[in-house]
């Protein structure tokens, strides 16, 4: 029997890095290794990195200079750890670049080296050496590995006998637990539907490290919901680089309005929340099932990225003010309380005063609850590194700051808005001792977790029932503190609610 090792993985960036080191964490685990919490415990300390912005580059590597300061107190005998590894969307994309600028990291692995982690963290451990792969563009590539891809009928949910798809995968032949291994506790959970982007944005560098877009077979999705269920989630958020593609490549574009009932479907769970949604390709069938199937959340994650014509052309991106503002209506005219976030990039090569305008005339008529503005700087190998009308970076600073400014007011305004609404809170944090009169953290259906505000819960615990966590409570919203809503039960905690 192999001797046992312990490891710590340390997650940078988005909930599907989280997941990725989730699943990395299951294959460790059942290879034998013990996983820690924290790295200073650990021989191996795994950093999952994120390579998007450089804000992002620059937390990965210092996470890596950090852990590394561990391994050397190790060395001078004031802890455990041996070996500093790099993983993830940085170490993917710039490889070998990475391995040389950074010694401090003992290994740069790439994606390709996730189905053999435990043998190659055992290698590193040993004193082997690993060569660090040259970065491929991926774009022109289909990330095919045994476990997800094999020349087989796909299982589509509610559609009967197997679809006869080339690309698919041979369905499950009977219920199994994934992979992953929970990292963290609490009723919530991301579960990655699909991998890569066939988009060509000219400022994102994602598909040229993650790779063309490949969607999971549903009954493995479903497989791993019913699993979260058992541990104790109540509320699942499906995520990838674009979830409205969700099915292109077995067949289906459709197929994730026929996988969301199928999921609110699963015992335990309480809400499914999609995220990453492309305005272009909305469609009335999918706006249906997300304000209309009990269990949804009907909350739209639009990557809206501008709304000036010319910006979004030179973006390579579609719409303008007016039909996101048409879109927006369309999904209120179904459900006047769905919750709608989006991202903006200000600063773009090219983009004028007259742009500017353009998109402050639509967030001041969009009435989002949650917007995250950017400023525009190059990503290595992207296109828009090198489109003409290169702003100054003060320039794209002072528009950053204002039209932040204007986004925390409109923000706020519409949390206003929502005084005197009803909402279920999935109880997610207990009694903050920062805060006496709250009884309960969590959030509404219009919320996300991490990005978006929450739903501070009013009460005396000694004076009436004591939620747990995973609980809904039916509340109703009495007032607002920044973006965060502040409301009082209107019943008791229900432990099924509808979670809409």
């Known amino acids: 029997m192999s001797e046992r090792r312990t490891v710590a993985l340390v997650t940078l960036g988005c909930a599907r890095n989280e997941v990725d080191s989730e699943e990395l964490a299951g294959r460790l685990a059942a290879d034998g290794w013990d996983l820690v ?79 053999d982690i435990s043998t190659r963290l055992r290698t590193i451990l040993g004193g082997g050496a690993h060569t660090p792969h040259v ?81 999971r077979r549903p009954t493995d999705v479903l497989s791993e919901a019913r699993w979260l269920a058992d541990q104790g989630v109540r509320e699942i958020m499906l995520v990838s680089e674009n979830n409205t593609s969700y099915g292109k490549d077995l067949g289906d574009i459709r197929l994730l309005e026929t996988l969301l009932p199928e999921l609110a479907a699963v015992d335990g769970l309480e809400r499914i929340r999609v995220s990453y949604l492309q305005p272009a390709e909305m469609r009335p069938g999918l706006i249906d099932v997300l304000t209309g199937t009990e269990k949804v959340a009907p909350y739209f994650d639009l990557s809206f990225q501008h709304s000036a014509p010319g910006v979004l052309r030179a973006m390579r991106r579609f719409g303008d003010t007016d039909r996101f503002l048409a879109l927006l209506s369309e999904i209120r005219d179904r459900a006047p ?95 903050p001792a920062d805060d006496p009169e709250v009884l309960a953290v969590g959030r509404g259906a219009h919320q996300a977790p991490e990005t978006d505000g929450q739903i501070l819960v009013l009460g005396d615990p000694a004076t009436g029932p004591r939620p747990a966590l995973g609980d809904l409570l039916d509340v109703e919203v009495t007032a607002t503190r920044g973006v965060d809503l502040l409301a009082v039960p209107r019943s008791a905690p229900d432990g099924a609610g509808a979670g809409r």
């Open 337 to 431: 309380s769905a919750g709608v976030r989006s991202n903006f990039i200000v600063g773009f090569p090219g983009e004028s005063e007259a742009d500017l305008a353009e998109l402050e005339r639509f967030l001041t008529a969009a009435g989002l609850d949650a917007i995250g503005v950017f400023g525009y700087s190059d990503e290595d190998g992207t296109e828009a590194a090198g489109l003409p009308g290169q702003h100054a970076p003060e320039l794209v600073a002072e528009r950053l700051a204002r039209v932040t400014a204007l986004a925390e007011e409109l923000m706020a305004q519409r949390a206003e808005e929502r005084v005197g609404e009803r909402a279920l809170v999935l109880v997610e944090a207990l009694e």
């Open 37 to 115: 919490d924290d790295a200073a415990d650990a021989e191996v300390a795994v950093v999952n990195t994120c390579g998007f912005v450089e804000a992002a580059k620059k937390d990965s590597v210092d996470a890596l200079l950090e852990a590394n300061e561990l391994k050397s107190a190790a060395g001078d005998g004031g802890g455990r750890t041996r070996a500093v590894v790099a993983v993830g969307c940085m170490a993917e994309r710039y490889g070998k670049e990475l391995a040389e600028a950074l010694p401090e990291a003992d290994a740069v692995l790439g994606f390709d080296d996730y189905a």
């Open 135 to 215: 970065p491929r563009d991926r774009r022109s590539l289909l990330p095919l590995t045994p476990v997800q891809r094999q020349d087989a009928p796909v299982a589509v949910p509610g559609h009967g006998a197997p679809a006869d798809l080339p690309l698919g995968v041979a369905p499950a032949s009977g219920p199994r637990a994934p992979l992953r291994r929970r990292l963290g506790g609490g009723p919530v959970a991301s579960v990655k539907i699909a991998s890569g982007c066939d988009r060509r944005c000219s400022f994102c560098a994602i598909p040229s490290f993650r790779g063309s877009f490949l969607s």
